[in-house]
């Protein structure tokens, strides 16, 4: 696919947003436009999971609950391409459950998976729509989450659930959990492109651009 002169729209939570970057004009998707010539418009906010929550956000975490479904309508409606990258917060903070295949509403994840990606469906019905599934993660095989309650599934379901349902409506998929080089576990990598075990720096979002700038020419 040709990039140059396309509009993509990138939804996302914190690492699209540009967290833990030491120039913000680094993040993944700025690169990505700069390289290819295509018009790029960035919907991260840090946070945010694929599913809502079932309980009150914490104090000072009600920002979190504009969850990817919720802001799919906000999102500029002549896209030609579609990014959707989120997953790491629902293993990190989420408390739905994760369901079965069949759900189709908010209450599990697997059912929010399929609102999102039936919105983005019926709203750009002729874009490319792509998914990214998440990055490896310091504390990835943790049974308890950040607020210390069981994770709603191990790290690995997470992102397979995601392969999943993205493959029931025949989406795109650029699995960064297997190919983007970037595991936080090894100290070397931590240090040279995700110094907190979970945000890339400058560094680790030229790697993801350099990936997803292949994967969209190659379709």
């Known amino acids: 696919m040709e990039l140059k002169g396309k509009k993509i729209n990138f939804l996302g939570d914190s690492i699209t947003e540009g967290a833990c970057l030491d120039d913000w004009n680094n993040v993944y998707w700025m690169r990505l436009g700069r390289e290819t010539g ?38 500029d409606p002549d896209a030609d391409i579609v990014v959707v990258w989120g997953g790491t917060n629902d293993f990190g903070h989420g408390d739905v459950p994760l369901g079965t295949i069949d759900d189709r509403d908010n209450t599990t994840f697997y059912g929010a998976l399929h609102c999102l990606y039936r919105a983005l469906w019926e709203k750009y019905p ?5 998914v990214m599934t998440p990055l490896h993660r310091v504390g990835e095989h943790d049974t308890l989450n950040e607020h210390g309650n069981p994770a709603i599934a191990p790290f690995k379901t997470i992102r397979d659930t995601i392969l999943e349902v993205a493959a029931y409506y025949s ?27 979970l945000h890339p720096n400058d560094a680790g979002h030229e790697r993801i651009a350099s990936r997803l700038i292949g994967f969209l020419k190659a379709l």
């Open 38 to 75: 295509a018009t790029v418009r960035g919907y991260g906010i840090g946070g945010t999971r694929i599913a809502p929550r079932l309980n009150p956000e914490r104090p000072g975490e009600e920002g979190f609950g504009q969850y990817f479904g919720s802001r799919v309508e906000s999102m």
């Open 171 to 197: 989406f795109p998929v650029v699995d960064l959990y297997a190919i983007s080089n970037l595991n936080p576990e090894l100290p070397v990598i931590k240090e040279t492109f995700m110094p907190d075990g």
């Open 126 to 130: 002729a874009a490319t729509i792509v």
